[in-house]
Antibody
Framework: QVQLVQSGPEVRKPGASVKVSCKAS????????IAWVRQATGQGLEWMGW????????NYAQRFHDRVTMTTDTSTTTAYMELRSLRSDDTAVYYC?????????WGQGTLVTVSS | EIVMTQSPATLSVSPGERATLSCRAS??????LAWYQQKPGQAPRLLIY???TRATGIPARFSGSGSGTEFTLTISSLQSEDFAVFYC???????????FGQGTKLEIK
C-alpha cells in the first residue's frame, strides 16, 4: 500500500533552517510528484510547492520561492523539503503528499516549532 | 494567484440530512478542483478530484459538481464520521500555485 512516512518533530531558533524528509513506499517513486503543504495550528492548508520526482523540476509558491528547496533521492525513495531563515510564523505542521496537482496520499505531518 | 473562497465558514447540519458546501475561484480553473476532508489531528483525505470524480474508497454519498469558478460538494446523508473541516483546492494555475480555500467546518447540529 502507498505510504508516506515523515521525519519527527523539529525545534529551531529564528533564522535557522530545517529539513523535513518524506519516505515513500508502495508505488513507483519516479511516477508521481511530491507536494508540500503546511498548516499552522488552528489554521487552513497552505500549498508550498511541488517537485517532479521524474526530472527534478520544481514549482514553488511565490511567498516561499526564496527560502525553500525541495529535492528527492530516488535511491532511497525519499523527498526532502528545506526551509531557511525561519521565523516564528513558520511554526506549523508540514505535510508531504503524493502528486503535484491534487494529492491522493499524505504523510502524517511533521511539526516544526520556531522559537527563541 | 488564484484565490479560492469557501462558504459558509461553519455549517451546522443534523445527522441524516444533506450538507452543501461551496467553493468559488477568483478566475476559471476549468474542472481542476479537488475537495479534501480533514479531521482533528489527521492529515487531509482526498475526496473528489476533477471537480466531480470520487477518489478511491470514498462513499457515494459524497459528490462534487461545478466548473469554471463555482463548485459544490454535497454530502447526501450525513453520517457521524463525516463531521470535519473541508477544503477545496485548485490545481489549474500551472505552473504557479495550487491554492486552497480557507475551509468549511461541518459541525453537528
Amino acid at each position: 500500500q502507498v505510504q508516506l512516512v515523515q521525519s519527527g518533530p523539529e525545534v529551531r531558533k529564528p533564522g535557522a533552517s530545517v529539513k523535513v524528509s518524506c519516505k515513500a513506499s508502495g508505488y513507483p517513486f519516479p511516477s508521481y510528484g511530491i507536494a508540500w503543504v503546511r498548516q499552522a495550528t488552528g489554521q487552513g492548508l497552505e500549498w508550498m510547492g511541488w517537485i517532479s520526482v521524474y526530472n527534478g523540476n520544481t514549482n514553488y509558491a511565490q511567498r516561499f520561492h526564496d527560502r525553500v528547496t525541495m529535492t528527492t533521492d530516488t535511491s532511497t525513495t525519499t523527498a526532502y523539503m528545506e526551509l531557511r531563515s525561519l521565523r516564528s510564523d513558520d511554526t506549523a505542521v508540514y505535510y508531504c503528499a503524493r502528486r503535484g496537482g491534487f494529492s491522493d496520499f499524505w504523510g502524517q505531518g511533521t511539526l516544526v516549532t520556531v522559537s527563541s | 494567484e488564484i484565490v479560492m473562497t469557501q462558504s459558509p465558514a461553519t455549517l451546522s447540519v443534523s445527522p441524516g440530512e444533506r450538507a452543501t458546501l461551496s467553493c468559488r475561484a477568483s478566475q476559471s480553473v476549468n474542472s481542476d478542483l479537488a475537495w479534501y476532508q480533514q479531521k482533528p489531528g489527521q492529515a487531509p483525505r482526498l475526496l473528489i478530484y476533477g471537480a466531480s470524480t470520487r477518489a478511491t474508497g470514498i462513499p457515494a454519498r459524497f459528490s462534487g459538481s461545478g466548473s469554471g469558478t463555482e463548485f459544490t460538494l454535497t454530502i447526501s446523508s450525513l453520517q457521524s464520521e463525516d463531521f470535519a473541516v473541508f477544503y477545496c483546492q485548485q490545481y489549474n494555475d500551472w505552473p504557479r500555485e495550487y491554492t486552497f480555500g480557507q475551509g468549511t467546518k461541518l459541525e453537528i447540529k
